[in-house]
């Protein structure tokens, strides 16, 4: 990947975090010409430049792209721009990891390496697969999000999943039902043909359920031979992008959080370690356990609070706090406001 010099100064790789492949962005352009809107003073006002567009490996702010989204919503008029942006791009925008995947021997091994692999394309997002007897659920999760809402970007996501494996197994394939955590826009009809199959809003996690059968249908790409080769060269990217310890326990407290079980020494067991030795790792990054799960906290309660009509006591359960008088004086340190004040700040601008 290649930091784009051309994002805001104020959305460093240091400062924002998060970054993403600006193949994300394709067709971005040519559908907000479609819709007779110039897209250069949208990406402007989204912090980036269009010089983006020539290299689909530069890396781009995470909070800039879903900015871009979310301005290009706006400025046509679009509520639901994102799911429609998704059926216009293909699983290789993703990069290296979209053309393994696509060459998998079925739907579950495609599915797992991209659990594997994703970073390489997208360091703020997360992609998991559960499994029981009947049905599995592909679910997608977000972290770092910071200030621009994430409903755009995870209804693109979820839509490019769907797109992604009714072109490997075929264009009849439909999942057994979508669901969101955000609440449901006036007009749900274009996620009706999108999708074709119910579709939840106001849920407790976001993704699409599929029958447990359909994982290990063969691809129709596969090809054994090109997908070890990919597979060898996106570990070598992986390689490259270094290790990140913190991100790492970052991933493993998202995973965790909504189950209830953070625990550092949960933590460190999963990772393999003592946990003194992953309080020391973690403070050779200048970090601790418990800011990073602080700001986990903070960042997923601001996204219900915006996003979501969940009630504030319910966030403070998921978020794992013992009563909501301590989630509203967390937050409020953090914000400078008490949750419900900052929901409805927040909701009226």
Known sequence: MKYSPHSSEKDSPGARGSVIRAGSMEGYRSFLFELGVDPLPVLERAGLDNEIFS????????????????????????RHFGLLL???????????????VRHAPN??????????HFRTHD????????????CAL???????????????????AVGLACRFVRSALGETWCPQAVYFEHQ??????????VFRCPVLFGQTLTGLEIATPDLDKPLRQSDPGLFKILEQHVTQIEKGMGDDFSASVRTLILQDIESGTVRIETAAARMGLRKHVLQRRLKAEGTNFQAILDDVRYEIGRRYLLETDTPISEIAGILGYAE???????????????????RQTHTAS
């Open 55 to 78: 290299d689909p490996d530069t890396v781009i702010s995470t909070e800039c792209y879903r900015r871009a989204l979310n301005h290009a919503a706006i400025t046509t008029g679009l």
């Open 184 to 193: 449901a826009p006036r007009d749900v009809s274009p996620f009706q043909a």
């Open 86 to 100: 998704s059926q216009r791009q293909a699983f290789e925008k993703l990069g290296a990891v979209g053309y393994l």
């Open 138 to 156: 592909w679910l997608h999760r977000l972290s770092g999000v910071i200030d621009a809402p994430a409903i755009q970007q995870t209804e693109l």
């Open 123 to 134: 360091t703020g997002s997360m992609t998991e697969l559960e499994t029981e007897d009947n």
């Open 107 to 116: 739907l579950r091994v495609s599915i797992e390496r991209l659990i594997l």
């Open 324 to 342: 909501s008088a301590v989630f509203t004086r967390a937050f409020a340190r953090r914000s400078g406001m008490a949750p419900r004040l900052w």
